[in-house]
């Protein structure tokens, strides 16, 4: 594949009609997968660029959820219905931020009926599992763990381009390898605006109409005030378990008392 | 010219490996070296350069945050420690990472003689950082000007 950054890379309908007499499922019919990253780390926004640059996608790099919205055209209702429906493939963000989390920014894109089809992938710095599983019940495709590595991106560029339905039994497995955690949380009976037109990320073991949110999850604050992940009190105190050496980079940090970004 | 080529390569090899095991750079520089290629042939700079100026923001965001006479806010110095803290382990900054991780359990612990101790650390470890980096990238200039290649270090 060639790594000039550029947009000039093989494309994989091309890498794959070489040679194979069939193919499993036909390539995206487009020239380039654009991706929309959101991460307001500078450092983290160059790195990601690169390695999304690297897999052959275009990437449009922004520092906030709002800038991701308004790039979308969903900051303003009127504005979008006027857009022609911008390409973005995969939309790829940090869960914390200061004024609108990952989370937040999932929850707007799931909601709006012209991007709601986009994977989202969520990328944190910590690996919690109450925070992984908010993010997949409510529609991420994936979850990364900082430092976000090649093969990760790889991985998630491979399901682009071929009609992969993976079920979030798979996908929690795989992230849940190590860990004994229950996170039955209560769910709050709230209108859920989630419905079957996510055929990628139903989870099996919850319904999709119980967003297992706390109230208090809303980081609308800015940078300097405490901001608490809730949800990590309730969990019992975790037994860590030893990082397991696989493909998952699974680190297990110790969590702290709440009161800080994590 | 091949003689030193060889010598400088070998001293550049040597000053590599010295920076992984005496705890400077983690995998994640290893990740961020292997992004590099001819059509990004100063990636890697580039990006550490920017690591640095996070580091020279964040930490006087630290130093006036717990600069306050009276009531410091530590939950202000934990967002600039997460920050750093996140930026440290996206480029393989071992050192300055691990202090972050003990930093944020003073703030947590609203250590103020411990925070104010870790943040003359920090400090002290990112300017070593940027010293030892510039070493390392002004021996890979000499190797080319020399006409030889950098080479691949196996970490390993």
New interface residues.
């Given amino acids: 594949m060639a790594?000039?950054?550029?947009v000039s890379c093989l494309r994989s309908s091309e890498m794959m009609s070489v040679g194979i007499g069939k193919m499993e499922s036909p390539p995206l019919e487009l020239d380039e997968v654009h991706v929309l990253a959101v991460d307001d780390?500078?450092?983290?926004r160059?790195?990601i660029e690169?390695?999304l640059r690297?897999t052959s996608c275009k990437v449009t790099a922004v520092d906030s959820g709002w800038r991701a919205l308004e790039f979308l055209g969903l900051d303003n209702e009127k504005a979008s219905a006027e857009l022609d429906r911008l390409k973005v493939d995969l939309i790829i963000t940090d869960y914390?931020m200061p004024g609108m989390t990952g989370y937040e920014l999932l929850k707007k894109i799931k909601e709006s009926s012209s991007f709601r089809q986009v994977p989202v992938v969520i990328m944190s710095?910590e690996n919690v599992l109450t925070r992984i599983d908010r993010c997949l019940e409510e529609g991420a495709e994936d979850f990364l763990l900082?430092?976000?590595?090649?093969a990760d991106v790889k991985r998630l560029r491979s399901y682009l381009t071929r009609d992969v339905k993976l079920s979030n039994a798979n996908k929690r497995k795989l992230l849940e390898h190590s860990v004994p955690i229950q996170t039955s949380l209560p769910p709050p009976s709230s209108p859920d605006s989630s419905d079957s037109s996510r055929p990628l990320t139903n989870s099996p073991e919850s319904s999709d109409s119980s967003p297992p949110l706390s109230p208090v999850e809303i980081f609308s604050s800015p940078?300097?005030?405490?901001?608490d992940d809730e949800d990590d009190d309730v969990l019992p105190s975790s037994p860590e378990s030893s990082p397991t050496p696989e493909e998952s980079p699974v680190r297990r940090q110790k969590m702290?008392?709440p009161?800080?970004?994590? | 010219m091949d003689s030193l080529v060889a010598q400088l390569q070998m001293q550049y090899r040597n000053y590599v490996l010295s920076l992984y095991q005496q705890g400077f750079l983690d995998d994640?520089f290893t990740?961020?070296k292997?992004?590099q290629?001819d059509?990004?042939p100063d990636?890697v700079s580039?990006?550490l350069s920017?690591?640095f100026d996070?580091c020279v923001k964040l930490v006087g965001n630290m130093a006036r945050a717990l600069d306050q006479t009276g009531t410091v806010?530590f939950?202000?110095v934990?967002?600039s420690v997460?920050?750093l803290?996140?930026?440290s382990?996206?480029?393989?900054a071992k050192r300055v990472k691990g202090l972050c991780i003990n930093f944020?359990?003073l703030?947590?612990a609203k250590n103020y003689e411990g925070c104010v101790r870790c943040l003359q650390q920090v400090d002290i470890e990112y300017k070593t950082l940027k010293a030892k980096l510039q070493d390392m990238f002004n021996l890979e200039k000499q190797i080319v000007q020399a006409g030889g290649i950098v080479p691949q270090v196996d970490i390993k």
């Fill in positions: 790594r000039d950054g550029g780390s500078l450092v983290d160059i790195v690169r390695l690297i914390c710095s900082k430092p976000v590595k090649l940078l300097s005030s405490p901001i702290g008392s009161g800080l970004l994590d | 994640q990740e961020l292997s992004l290629d059509g990004s990636f580039e990006v920017l690591f996070d806010d939950s202000q934990g967002a997460h920050q803290k996140g930026s382990s996206s480029v393989g944020k359990e703030c947590e």
